[in-house]
């Protein structure tokens, strides 16, 4: 009886994962466009607010290192993650609401809400996919020295508060810069941001510069206003 109850109970498990999938990956002709499978939204939540000052207390302070050999291309990303579903699209779905994909699982319709400045959006075509700490950020901050797989890793991070949907203006406007250097629009977004940015940074071992720890320390700050 227990053996046959397990039975089921994984069959069942197993016929709703491939349930999922199926409805990220069926025809445009058997079900076009497709609801996104139910996930969670938004950005992984970060740290609290005393784990990122401890996490910020023991990152290295040093001078940014030398861009000499940086390329985006060293850093693979949009990777696949499930079926025709990239790192873009996973997130596209992840951060928005009522999102309908194609058999390519591109992201036909939804709403988004771009936490960095408040915009809100009706088309996927509108929105950037930002790494928290960009890449060229990174390679200052000692992915230099890193593997290419641990870069893969970095780029594509789905797990940590490294990828979100954002305004492509507001991305293009971030660029590669460092808190110290730009910041989101929404004061009421640094709380999160500079909680984001550190445990990112904590987790990957990378560096600060002096200004950029300052920066930090302000936007915690605003967490317990």
């Given at each position: 009886?227990?053996?046959?109850?397990?039975?089921?109970?994984?069959?069942?498990?197993?016929?709703?994962?491939?349930?999922?999938?199926?409805?990220?990956?069926?025809?445009?002709?058997?079900?076009?466009?497709?609801?996104?499978?139910?996930?969670?939204?938004?950005?992984?939540?970060?740290?609290?607010?005393?784990?990122?000052?401890?996490?910020?207390?023991?990152?290295?302070?040093?001078?940014?290192?030398?861009?000499?050999?940086?390329s985006r291309a060293k850093?693979?990303?949009?990777?696949?993650?499930?079926?025709?579903c990239d790192t873009r699209?996973?997130?596209?779905?992840?951060?928005?609401?009522?999102?309908?994909?194609?058999?390519?699982?591109?992201?036909?319709?939804?709403?988004?809400?771009?936490?960095?400045?408040?915009?809100?959006?009706?088309?996927?075509?509108?929105?950037?996919?930002?790494?928290?700490?960009?890449?060229?950020?990174?390679?200052?901050?000692?992915?230099?020295?890193?593997?290419?797989?641990?870069?893969?890793?970095?780029a594509n991070d789905l797990?940590?508060?490294?990828?979100?949907?954002?305004?492509?203006?507001?991305?293009?406007?971030?660029?590669?810069?460092?808190?110290?250097?730009?910041?989101?629009?929404?004061?009421?977004?640094?709380?999160?941001?500079?909680?984001?940015?550190?445990?990112?940074?904590?987790?990957?071992?990378?560096?600060?510069?002096?200004?950029?720890?300052?920066?930090?320390?302000?936007?915690?700050?605003?967490?317990?206003?």
């Open positions: 009886m227990l053996t046959r109850f397990r039975w089921r109970r994984a069959a069942t498990a197993a016929a709703l994962c491939l349930s999922a999938l199926a409805a990220t990956t069926a025809p445009v002709s058997a079900q076009a466009p497709v609801a996104a499978p139910a996930v969670r939204r938004d950005l992984p939540e970060p740290p609290s607010t005393d784990v990122a000052r401890v996490e910020l207390a023991d990152l290295t302070v040093e001078p940014p290192h030398s861009m000499t050999g940086y850093f693979p990303h949009w990777v696949k993650q499930q079926g025709a699209e996973t997130t596209l779905v992840r951060d928005g609401r009522d999102v309908r994909l194609d058999d390519q699982c591109r992201a036909v319709s939804g709403t988004w809400v771009s936490a960095y400045d408040g915009k809100v959006f009706a088309s996927a075509g509108q929105l950037d996919i930002d790494h928290m700490v960009p890449l060229a950020n990174a390679w200052r901050s000692g992915a230099d020295t890193w593997s290419t797989d641990q870069r893969k890793r970095f797990t940590n508060p490294q990828l979100i949907a954002v305004s492509a203006a507001s991305n293009r406007s971030k660029g590669d810069q460092s808190p110290d250097q730009w910041r989101p629009p929404l004061t009421s977004y640094w709380c999160t941001y500079s909680r984001a940015w550190t445990h990112v940074k904590h987790l990957y071992k990378l560096s600060v510069t002096h200004r950029e720890q300052e920066t930090l320390v302000a936007m915690l700050d605003t967490c317990e206003r």
